[in-house]
């Protein structure tokens, strides 16, 4: 099993870094650029660099599905089809954004509504086919206390579409600075790996799935990592949150995303704030911007401003911290 695991990390970061030679030279050939935040921190040096590379990571796991999972799934497991096609969908309903962004050249893509109903659709559909083939039941487990509360299924369908669109996005707003969502995504599949090994064989094509992540943006922070050559762009940000979410439920823990999803609950938090106390008070603000990674950069609170890289470091720290203790909080649950 740890060999499978770690040839999907390998194979992941290969593929990511030599597709990456090639793929950026041709979007900055096709123009695959996204306008800058007009409003926000002083980041005009990045303008011309493109997006969509995502891909780039998005093609690697696809590949590692493929080969290092094949063996599974010619035992009739294909688990971790399930949440590479769902991921997949969230992949394309960003890419569709990025298409609007680079077409309009301007920041602005789908409208919020319309994206809105297209991640609801998609959740509610690999919720009621994972329920359908048998990967999923209406049961809740809560880590820590090692219980499950039995909920009605229609209760629990609601309360998956919310989760899932709800992570989803939270991950796009976190791909704020230069390697931000890579950085922080990556302890959080390294989290899923670590608990296929101590959970064992049967959620091994899972543990390829989520190691296959690990290489893969770990190859892409190769060119992602400030300065960046390439950004994510919401066609990989929806992809990580798509697969996050998907790989939470395919476990069985979605509630262990209050843990090990920190950063994106405090970024989503801090728009939600804002935005919030902005209506209420006629114009004052909580943070000098949102999200929460944005205010730091203009020195809020203390007045240090804090630098794209030292946002990085801090950010994947606290995610890493927290998915150790999101292990401690279920790691013992089939021991």
Not at 92 to 121: P, S, V, Y
Not at 151 to 173: H, S
């Amino acid at each position: 099993m740890t060999i499978k695991l770690i040839c999907a990390f390998v194979l992941a970061f290969l593929v990511t870094t030599a597709f990456g030679k090639f793929y950026i030279p041709w979007l900055q050939k096709v123009k695959a650029q996204q306008e800058i935040l007009q409003n926000g921190p002083p980041h005009t040096g990045k303008r011309g660099t493109p997006t969509m590379g995502g891909v780039m990571f998005i093609v690697a796991v696809i590949v590692v599905c493929l080969t290092v999972g094949f063996d599974g799934m010619l035992h009739g497991e294909f688990v971790h089809i399930f949440v590479l096609l769902f991921s997949l969908v969230f992949g394309c309903i960003g890419a569709l954004d990025d298409w609007e962004k680079i077409h309009k050249k301007q920041n602005l893509g789908l409208t919020a509504r319309m994206k809105f109903l297209l991640q609801l659709a998609a959740a509610l559909v690999f919720v009621l086919l994972m329920r359908h083939i048998g990967y999923l039941k209406p049961n809740l487990y809560v880590p820590f206390f090692h219980t499950t509360i039995h909920m009605p299924e229609w209760l629990y369908f609601v309360f998956a579409a919310f989760v899932i669109v709800g992570t989803d996005n939270a991950v796009n707003i976190t791909d704020g600075v230069d390697g931000l969502a890579s950085g922080t995504s990556i302890p959080v599949f390294l989290f899923f790996v670590v608990i296929t090994m101590a959970w064992g064989e049967e959620y091994l094509q899972l543990g390829i799935f989520a190691s296959g992540m690990v290489g893969g943006l770990c190859g892409f922070l190769c060119y992602n990592f400030n300065p960046a050559k390439v950004f994510m762009g919401d066609t990989g940000s929806l992809f990580l949150g798509g697969a996050v979410a998907a790989l939470a439920f395919a476990y069985d823990m979605p509630l262990i995303l209050i843990t090990l999803g920190i950063i994106y609950i405090i970024e989503t938090l801090s728009d939600i704030i804002q935005v919030g106390y902005f209506k209420l008070t006629h114009g004052k603000r909580v943070f000098k911007m949102a999200p929460f990674h944005h205010h730091l950069e203009l020195g809020g609170w203390t007045g240090k401003k804090w630098t794209e890289k030292e946002l990085f470091v801090l950010f994947t720290g606290i995610s890493l911290l927290f998915a150790v203790i999101s292990f401690i909080g279920v790691y013992q649950r089939y021991l």
